[in-house]
């Protein structure tokens, strides 16, 4: 039997915050442009066009969301895979940051499609020769996978503590067993579900890169390049743990509790390598496409790569390979920000600085409706998780480690 | 040209290869839905005879049941002050520019889909929703799409519109090749009704004969060059003009088919699906030996 010491339990601490009302408003000052866009159509809140097909909603909520929440398969990976038990603490809380953000993946994709009832098509009409139809499918599933992989803490929330009102209160035994039943059924087999969402990601998140190789000279040459989706996943996997890092030390702010320091530490000793050889190959394709000429020139483009690649891939790296900084709640903090805060600009100068299509004759900004619902979905995904940690056992308490638990086991190995 | 050109695709996925284990060494060749015929057809658009009327602009609307408005208007030239392009009222449009060689009458370019031969369109659509005919028409399915616009972010000429201003089934809209009149034996409704025979229908490699003859006949009058003979894989639309394309807003684009590259890496990363199930047979074992080990570990201590 393994020994891991953590013990998730609900967190105790009041929904309601001036933060939270805060986010609220901006919430629903979202809901209300998706109303615009949804009973007047796309043109009635964004700044989209035939030139600029793809703006703000699909270059942050999907493509940025979907690389934010790669601390799900990374974490899983490091946690489940190669067995790593001291991050057992830290990998629920990554797994429902991904499964939240991949829940908002789908709403922003769902949002952008003209027509949103037929979101389903792809499952019945393949087009395999299409990058997109790859994402879709795989985010599909993985979204599917990762909601599975969630049920044991559902499972662990209830067992034992069904208590249904009034007249169904006659289901809590029958309600209860099926629970168990669930709970004995999905640790037996859950192995399978973690080794699919590993692999489905890496396949999307190298997928997502493959999409603007079809625009061709349409996108700038400092972004196009064949090996995109090399590059995607690389960045995927390097913003992973700076992504748990960040939201955990919010978390522990938030909630009040003390934040789990000798864990997200040795985390952060391995992103500055994940990083290197991330900035390796974006410098060494760099250099063999010899598109550093581009800049020599001062514009959007060369200004929003040089931020992109400086503060958010090098000064992060030289960050994370100092002790001192691992070591403090607030460096590591700014180092971990700063990588999100690399991925995320590098998705959008992907999929809207470098897109310069050939007859458009004013440059795309998005609009007060498309900055509205992205942050409204950021507002929502952040009211949900907190919603979810007071009321699942999803954050580990230090120090209160109790009866060890092996939630996944691999069938014929006892 | 088929030979040179996967080399080259093969030469640019092999930096991708870097990354991705077991990259397939499969062609340019578009999906499954793409018939590409000997006799397709195509359309050759001489610039230096059309006169920019604009009658083609009204007889497309006609055919396509959009407001088209009265053929008397179309003579209004003052539309010519601003560069236009297709959109959901309009899937062609005539722009003027500046006189060319050999001629001081201004220039006039109709625009429209160019119905490619390796179309990206039918590559990238996430459902399929975009076919090439055998006649050489690339039509759209409004059955199938979803709206993603994603046609719209790969076409090469930024062709594909969409009804942004509709909340319920926006189309994507652009020229059909007049697919419904060919296919009873029509002519496409603009190539009927030009006055001037600017633009001649034929099957493609009759036209590209056409074209090299009358360059031949009248190098002064034509740039040697026939747009469309080889861009982005060859196109069935192609021009004649008396200037540089470029100067008429023409794209300027390399001869490889435009889904070439990602239809490499794609069907690299999903050659008979062995890298994914090999990947996964791989974090498979992996997690087995790491959990074994620690097993063993704990067995020995206690």
Request: contains cysteine.
């Amino acid at each position: 039997m393994s020994h891991d010491s953590y013990n998730p339990v609900p967190v105790k601490h009041k929904f309601f915050t001036p933060g939270v009302v805060g986010l609220i408003i901006i919430a629903v000052n979202g809901l209300v442009f998706l109303m615009g866009r949804f009973f007047f159509g796309i043109g009635s809140v964004t700044n989209l066009n035939n030139q600029y097909p793809w703006g703000l909603w699909i270059g942050v909520d999907v493509a940025a969301g979907v690389a934010l929440a790669a601390g799900g398969f990374t974490t899983a990976a490091l946690g489940h895979i190669i067995h790593k038990e001291e991050y057992h603490a830290i990998v629920r809380s990554a797994l429902l940051t991904a499964m939240l953000g991949y829940t908002f993946v789908a709403l922003g994709v769902f949002v952008d499609i003209g027509r949103w009832y037929f979101i389903w098509h792809p499952l019945i009409m393949w087009n395999g020769s299409s990058a997109l139809f790859e994402v879709g499918i795989c985010v599909m599933i993985y979204l599917t996978v990762l909601y599975i992989e969630f049920l044991p803490i559902v499972t662990e929330r209830f067992i034992g503590r069904v208590n249904l009102p009034g007249i169904l209160s006659k289901l809590n035994k029958p309600v209860d067993k099926l629970l168990r039943a669930l709970d004995r059924g999905l640790s037996k087999t859950m192995f399978v579900f973690i080794i699919a969402g590993v692999v489905l990601s890496t396949l999307h998140q190298s997928s997502l890169g493959t999409l603007m190789i079809i625009a061709g000279p349409k996108m700038h040459p400092l972004w196009q390049t064949p090996i995109l989706p090399l590059l995607f996943l690389l960045s995927a996997i390097s913003v992973g743990f700076p992504m748990v890092i960040f939201e955990s030390l919010i978390a522990a702010r938030s909630l009040g509790l003390k934040p789990e320091m000798h864990i997200l530490s040795r985390l952060g000793s391995m992103i500055a390598p994940l990083l290197g050889i991330y900035l390796a190959f974006k410098i060494g394709d760099m250099f063999i496409r010899e598109t550093f000429v581009y800049l020599t020139e001062f514009n959007t483009a060369s200004v929003m790569f040089t931020i992109e690649v400086l503060f958010g891939v090098i000064i992060p790296l030289r960050m994370f390979l100092s002790t001192k900084v691992l070591k403090s709640p607030l460096f590591i903090f700014i180092a971990s920000s700063l990588v999100v805060f690399g991925v995320l600009i590098n998705r959008i100068n992907n999929f809207v600085v470098a897109y310069t299509p050939p007859y458009s004759s004013s440059s795309y900004f998005p609009s007060y409706g498309e900055i509205s619902v992205t942050l409204g979905f950021v507002a929502m995904l952040v009211l949900a998780y907190r919603f979810i940690v007071l009321n699942f056992p999803v954050i580990s308490l230090p120090g209160k480690a109790t009866a060890p638990k092996t939630k996944y086991t691999i069938r014929g190995i006892k | 040209m088929s030979g040179k050109s996967r080399r080259d695709f093969l030469k640019k996925s092999a930096l991708v290869g870097a990354g991705i284990a077991g990259l397939s060494t499969s062609s340019a060749k578009a999906g499954p839905k793409n018939i590409l015929s000997e006799d397709r057809m195509g359309v050759l658009v001489d610039t230096t005879v059309c006169i920019g009327c604009r009658q083609c602009e009204w007889a497309c609307k006609e055919a396509h049941d959009l407001p088209a408005g009265d053929l008397e208007s179309y003579k209004n030239r003052e539309v010519f002050d601003n560069m236009r392009r297709p959109d959901h009222t309009a899937l062609t449009v005539v722009n003027e520019y500046s006189p060319g060689k050999s001629s001081n009458l201004p220039v006039d370019v109709k625009v429209q889909c160019m119905h490619c031969d390796h179309p990206a369109c039918v590559s990238a659509c996430i459902v399929g929703a975009f076919t090439k005919h055998e006649n050489g028409a690339v039509t759209w399915d409004t059955d199938m799409c979803i709206g993603c616009r994603y046609c719209m972010a790969a076409c090469p000429f930024q062709i594909p519109a969409f009804e942004y201003d509709k909340a319920l089934n926006p189309k994507i809209m652009k020229c059909d090749f007049c697919y419904d009149r060919t296919k009873e034996g029509k002519l496409p409704a603009c190539v009927s009704i030009c006055p001037v025979e600017a633009l001649t229908y034929g099957t493609r490699t009759e036209l590209v004969k056409i074209a090299r003859e009358r360059i031949k006949k009248d190098p002064d009058r034509y740039v040697d060059h026939i747009y469309g003979e080889y861009e982005v894989g060859g196109t069935s639309w192609m021009y004649l003009t008396s200037k540089d394309f470029a100067e008429l807003d023409f794209p300027k684009l390399g001869n490889n088919p435009a889904p070439g590259v990602s239809e490499s890496i794609q069907h690299g990363i999903f050659a008979y699906f062995v890298p994914p199930v090999s990947l996964y047979a791989l974090l498979g074992g992996i997690m087995w030996m790491t959990k074994r080990r620690k097993e063993l570990d704990e067995e020995e201590k206690l």
